[in-house]
């Protein structure tokens, strides 16, 4: 049995939608969550891709500093910038969320024609097209960066008409290229999938990391052998770079679970450590 907790971080609170799925598949099993919720680092979509990558590189180091066994990079924007290179430097196994997301979108697909919601960063990668045409070169991929959305959701007014209307405007090229599969290219906007299905209508199916993620975690828990105590009930804590109380009220609406006091960490000490 192996004790070590789960490491998973992201911009914000999207990736918890990734957490609660992978404390509902392995409800043993211990998770560190940070959150990059600092106003000078949140959010990741509009920076240039070498922040991105300082900002993966200063988590993942703290992350592994805890004896992590497994981090997952619960941030698409984070994964296209900076997962290769992480996987190259840590010896801890790290996890991203795009290749998983383009696996199921090609199996979705009857029209093969497949959109794509994310943040400017990802979309300037390009990771998407990639990741889908390497299963199915075919396949039509059409873009969308959807710069308002992230700050919208975090903002905690996930029902709001402010968001309604830049969810209907980001969607409306998607409409237009006749996608079938939409991937939600972000781990914030599976918090408003449902104002997303109701804009996409019931015959596009969503595609979310979420259960992808959850799933590949526990394969790689299993194959490595480093699973916990399956009798044993898990545990997780929190961490941010931004505001402790602020995090907190906004996650444990997301989370849907009771939050454990936030643990603050500066993120000049996160540069210096890095």
């Known amino acids: 049995m192996d004790p070590r907790p789960i490491g998973m971080f992201d911009s914000g609170v999207g990736g918890l939608t990734v957490l609660h799925e992978c404390l509902v598949t392995l409800p043993h ?3 560190v969550y940070f959150g990059d919720s600092s106003p000078d680092r949140f959010p990741y979509g509009p920076k240039p891709a070498a922040t991105i990558r300082r900002f993966a590189h200063e988590i993942a180091t703290h992350l592994a500093a805890l004896d992590t066994k497994l981090v997952v990079v619960a941030c698409n924007a984070a994964t296209s910038a900076a997962l290769p290179e992480l996987q190259r430097e840590f010896g801890v196994p790290l996890i991203g969320v795009i290749t998983p997301e383009a696996r ?16 400017q960063a990802t979309v300037a990668s390009g990771r998407y097209p990639a990741a889908v045409h390497v299963l199915d070169a075919g396949i039509e991929v059409t873009q969308v960066a959807c710069p308002d959305l992230v700050p919208l959701i975090q903002s905690g007014d996930t029902h709001g008409h402010e968001l309604h209307e830049a969810a209907k405007t980001y969607a409306a090229p998607l409409k237009l290229a006749g996608a079938d ?8 906007y599976p918090l408003i999938r449902q104002m997303l299905q109701r804009i996409f209508g019931r015959d596009v199916t969503l595609i979310t990391s979420a259960e992808e993620i959850a799933r590949e975690v526990a394969e790689t828990i299993a194959r490595r052998g480093v699973g916990n105590d399956p009798a044993r009930e898990g545990d997780y804590r929190f961490l941010c770079t931004g505001d402790p109380a602020a995090f907190r009220d906004v996650a444990g609406r997301f989370l849907q679970l009771p939050l454990t006091a936030v643990e603050r960490v500066d ?8």
């Open 104 to 119: 199921a979108a090609v199996q979705a697909t009857r029209n093969r024609r497949v959109g794509v919601m994310a943040t």
């Open 267 to 274: 993120a000049d000490a996160l540069r210096v450590a890095a």
């Open 181 to 188: 599969t939409v991937i939600l290219g972000c781990t914030h």
């Open 29 to 31: 099993e211990d998770f």
